[in-house]
């Protein structure tokens, strides 16, 4: 029997187990897919993840940036330089995810991948985990499956909205000069987004209010080609977020949930690797004094995500909805002022919280709708 089995190899799965090994506990990361495997994610990474973990994340960063370019309607441009002390990390899913799954081998985790978990059962004080091949049993479980994932509905929580998002792969020289970027106007109450890696973009779109597309390859097709590039050129992925809309429990009896099957995601700029992999690093923290004995562990594994990031979520889904509700407005009171892009890296690095800047932001756009 295993302390720990944690279902779902992403980076908040591996980040738990990470943590959970390297205090000496017996882990095992179950994974549907053949590691390595493509995820479909636009891939950008703040580097204050970092502080968390002891290793060197450089041999999974596939490009540094600090500029931002920002458009609406593909015209009006923006450009911005992030002032943060560290440029933000550009990585492909592949080769991130599996090198914090490697990092969590290296501590002593292992590693089931092809594997899908058709069942689990609660045995009082253990789980059972079942497979096509096997039975596994742990004393404790995380659900680390992603949005779509299973985990969570089996645990007993509640089934959350789903959005869908898009993303178009495009092998294609990238230059030195290249940026972050970010187009308004083209997604209804939403936004699209070009991130460059080292040789290719990853393009995507997703809505952040209302009903939203299910299908964004004419808004993609459009936007790709302000980059000289096309649809047919590349690998179009539809995919689904979770995001963030109000807090809920993340435990239940011996089992907790990390990353985005807990719908640990921004709401404003869907942000989900490095609040995914805190939660997995806080589940690690409470899965280890749980087995030292605590009674309370696992509560406070909720208490505490909600009282840290959950609490700021509230002023970043208030702002979601009145950026994308007039994103014109929105590009013109706030995104084309100087310190806009010096926010944006501030937030992600978390060294500036949405609360502290929610009242001048509201303020800006309520305004701007009342003179407009």
């Known amino acids: ?40 994610c636009s891939g950008a990474v703040s580097p204050s993840v970092a ?31 992030l002032t943060t002390a560290d440029p933000i990390w550009m990585v492909k899913r ?22 899908a978990v058709s069942a689990i059962e609660n045995k009082g004080d253990y789980w059972r985990v079942i497979t096509a091949g096997e039975v596994l049993e742990a004393a404790y479980l995380v659900a680390a499956d992603g949005a779509q994932g299973p985990m969570a509905q089996w645990l007993g929580f509640p089934n959350l909205a789903l959005r869908s998002a898009s993303v178009l792969e495009v092998p294609a020289p990238v230059g030195d000069d290249c940026a972050i970027n970010f187009e308004f106007g083209l997604v209804k109450q939403g936004c699209a987004w070009n991130f460059p890696k080292g040789e290719s973009y990853s393009i995507g779109a997703a809505t952040f209010l209302g009903q939203g597309a299910t299908d964004y390859r004419k808004v993609l097709a459009k936007y790709s080609q302000s980059f000289g590039v096309s649809l047919s050129q590349g690998a179009f992925h539809s995919h689904p977020l979770k995001l963030w809309d109000g807090n809920h429990p993340l435990h239940t009896h011996r089992a907790l949930l990390v990353g985005e099957a807990a719908a640990i995601v921004d709401p404003l700029s869907a942000e989900g690797i490095r609040p995914g992999m805190v939660s997995g690093v806080r589940a690690a923290e409470a899965i280890h004094a749980a087995l030292g004995g605590s009674l309370d562990a696992l ?21 979601s909805g009145l950026f994308f509700r007039v994103p014109g407005l929105g590009y013109r009171v706030g995104i084309k ?21 929610a009242s001048r932001v509201m303020k800006r756009l309520s305004g701007g709708l009342l003179s407009g």
Not at 299 to 316: F, K, Q, R, S
Request: hydrophobic fraction near 40%; include cysteine; aromatic fraction near 12%.
């Open 1 to 40: 029997m295993y302390d720990c089995i944690v279902v779902g190899a992403g980076p908040a799965g591996a980040a738990t187990a990470y943590h959970l090994a390297k205090q000496g506990h017996s882990v095992l990361l179950v994974e549907k897919q053949t590691l390595p495997r493509y995820k479909p």
């Open 51 to 81: 502080e968390y973990f002891d290793f060197d994340f450089t041999p999974a960063i596939d490009r540094t940036m600090r500029r931002v370019r920002y458009t609406y309607k593909l015209g009006d441009p923006i450009e911005a330089e």
């Open 94 to 115: 592949e080769v991130f995810d599996q090198f914090l799954v490697q990092q969590a081998q290296n501590q002593g985790a292992l590693l089931k991948d092809n594997t």
């Open 299 to 319: 509560a406070n594994y909720t208490a505490t995500i909600h009282n840290t990031w959950g609490e700021d979520m509230p002023w970043a889904k208030r702002i």
């Open 337 to 357: 002022r100087p310190t806009a892009t010096n926010r944006l890296g501030q937030i992600l690095a978390g060294e500036v919280r949405y609360a502290d800047i």
